[in-house]
């Protein structure tokens, strides 16, 4: 059986099997419990999003409700994702303002979720969701880098940034010639790579008592 879009989906398989690893790694070790639940949870989040995601393009589904529940299911696990980004970056900053951050987060996720079930199931809903909390992360990252000092923190907030690289790339339809990357494809490339720096953030994050 071959692939509809082989690099789209084999690329997909591979962020699945690494946000997998990521996922457990940061779970297994660190001293601080419910950060590490929550980075191991971005990371499982991202796993299934990307799982569901090389089924989407590597076996399409023939049935338009089908290709309509999946297509669905990983809008909500990027969303989930989010919700988990905001939650790790929430147990940097100072526990007076984590419930607050947790209730916004959880509300917007709620709101989300909403729209994608029942308004609209444009990608555009999802990037928008993405990118709010991707901004509170990143900036987490840099006060706790600028006010604590630890390089796993900069390495993050760097993983962050690449992410937002590979959307541009990915908005903008920029292909690699060689080895014959679709834009898509192109994105999964650069976020394996920025999995690897926000591992990095994640380890420093639960074995510190860093704060912003």
Request: hydrophobic letters at 60%; proline letters at 5%.
């Amino acid at each position: 059986m071959s692939l509809a879009e082989p690099d789209v989906a084999l690329t997909d398989f591979t962020i699945a099997l690494e946000g997998a690893v990521l996922g457990a790694l940061v779970h297994a070790r660190g001293t601080n419990a419910r950060a590490r639940r929550w980075w191991a949870a971005f990371f499982w989040a991202v796993a299934v999003g990307a799982l569901l995601g090389g089924v989407s393009h590597g076996f399409p589904p023939a049935h338009e409700p089908m290709r309509t529940a999946i297509w669905r299911l990983t809008l909500l696990a990027i969303g989930v994702g989010t919700l988990c980004a905001w939650g790790a970056g929430a147990h940097a900053i100072a526990p007076a303002r984590r419930r607050l951050v947790l209730i916004i987060a959880a509300g917007l996720f709620v709101v989300y979720a909403t729209v994608v079930l029942f308004v609209t199931d444009a990608f555009g809903v999802a990037i928008v969701h993405y990118a709010a909390g991707a901004a509170f992360l990143l900036v987490v990252l840099m006060r706790v880098w600028f006010r604590s000092g630890p390089p796993s923190a900069l390495v993050g907030a760097l993983g962050v940034v690449m992410l937002a690289v590979g959307s541009l790339v990915q908005w903008r339809r920029w292909e690699l010639p060689a080895p014959s990357l679709t834009p898509n494809a192109v994105y999964h490339v650069i976020e394996m790579a920025a999995l690897v720096l926000l591992y990095v953030a994640a380890r420093g994050l639960t074995s510190t008592s860093a704060r912003c």
